[in-house]
């Protein structure tokens, strides 16, 4: 089977890394020889065709990036299945000496430092090295450099779980549920398992398909392009594995069993256990076809509602089943309302051109109208983050003109569509806030963040947010954690005590629906609300295409049984605008 596209890339970007190990790129060529193969494989990711049907047609060059020297070694690639070259960095640069790079703060000129003067050749050496204190005797390193590299080593220990985060599962799930139900005689298709009760990283992919041909949908699904292995090929279940290291598994199943096969694959073990325990003592047995009685009699049930009905509960939200409490309420008939996508009006973290965002004031306002909303708050950059424009007092000011000109617009159109100004004020590492007072009273609505300095001590770190949240002209804490989902860990922060204080002055605390961040997780968010603070979920999207996020922040409020009167964007403006009002007189 050819190299799919993200294989090369793979390869391509695994040059670059041991190039720049190596050292053998310094000044001009050598920065360039580096970026060539960091583009290329860039390119190979964004490609709409495989490139081994491109290289087959014979017009590789018409990829970009793809000059003489690229061009022959993705030839060699396509054709041998392997490349000297790379064959040959591989044995110089050895890969545990790679697996560094996976440690923040560690880059590749440290990395050959290491290497080169004690030796060390992969991450459990490094460690060693760490704890027995030999690192920070290096040029430039130090006694704190060293705790550093020793804390990212572990925080890479906790992030290696093998699961991908759900941002990236979605598109491949619901590109694969369409390529499916295009199947004939597939009547119904769809993803369930973690992925369907909205976890923000997800191990392995599962989906249901109730068909009157399961052979007809096997065969489709193993034969996608992009598999890499087929690891089972019967008759009602396939599994396969991805390009990517992803695995999906499908059940073909009848169509009137639909209701309690969703139920089944949708989980989460610890949930069915307990409706099979209340299935047991009803004297019924339950598995994926069913219910079945003593005698051997079968109960089909073709929805969900009507499986959990015969057991004496109402219908259970996937994102709920957990078995967090979920089940007692069911059957108290009591079942809390979650909040949907419809309950939304506006979203109040997005960045514009003022920033680092890709589009201006005006097409971030029309993307939110296509979803519905509103009101949207433009909250571009402070200063001191170091992102280019980050907004100054003078160009806050500025920015006004543009927003109220906007408006204006808008009003013209007859739309009552209205643009908010805010902004993503950084909460500095000594606890103070990036722009003066008198600027941010001047603002609709202030969201603070903290995107630096994020290993500081935990008194040191809460007391940080802490003088944010008692700042009158604080509405919002954003992301408050500053987590990347297998990336990075949050803050150590004092929980309870940021949630009281967030309660006590009225701050907002944001469920950040970047796929990266969900941020407040659902833990945390669960204990927000009941210690009585507001949410908010917003995307904080770069363009308009971002806005579509918000899926994963409602999936994040849902699992946290989080009703919508308590997410501030779920109120009309005018609520909203009087909140605001409220909170900046204290």
Known sequence: MALSNQQLATIFNDIADRLEIQGDVEGTSGVFKTRSYRTIAENLQALQRPVADIWQEGKLNEVPGVGKAIHDKIDELLRTGKLDF?????????????????????GPKRIKEIWSKLGVMSLSELEAAGRAGRLRHLPKMGEKTEQKILAGIESLKRRATGRMRAGDVLPIASQMRELLRAVPGVLKVEYAGSLRRGRETIGDLDFVAATTDPAAVMHVFRSQPDIEEVLGAGETKSSVRLSNGLQVDLRAIDPSVWGAAMQYFTGSQAHNIRVREIAQRQKLSLNEYGLATEDGARLSFDTEEALYARLGMAWIPPEMREDRGEIEVAQSGGMPRLITRQDLRGDLQMHSTWSDGAADVMTMARGAMTMGYAYILITDHSQSLGIANGLTPERVRAQRKEIDAVNRQLLDEGLSFRVLQGVEVEVKSDGTIDLPDDVLSELDLVQASVHTSLSQPRE?????????????????????????????????????????????????????????????????????????????????????????????GLSVARRAWIDPDVVINTWPLEKLRAWAAHRGVE
């Not at 790379?86 to 440690?103: H, I, K, S």
């Open 86 to 106: 790379y064959e040959r960095l591989r044995a110089e640069v050895p890969d545990g000496v790679v697996d560094m790079l996976q440690v923040s703060g560690l």
């Open 460 to 552: 040191r770190i809460t007391e940080r947010v802490l003088n944010a949240i008692r700042n009158p002209h604080i509405d919002i804490l954003g992301h408050p954690s500053g987590r990347l989902i297998n990336e990075r860990e949050g803050g150590d922060y004092d929980w309870e005590v940021l949630f009281r204080a967030a309660a006590q002055h009225d701050v907002a605390l944001e469920i950040n629906a970047d796929p990266a961040r969900l941020d407040l997780n659902e833990t945390h968010a669960r204990r927000a609300v009941e210690l009585g603070c507001k949410l908010t979920i917003s995307t904080d999207a770069h363009h308009p295409s971002g806005l579509q996020q918000i899926i994963f």
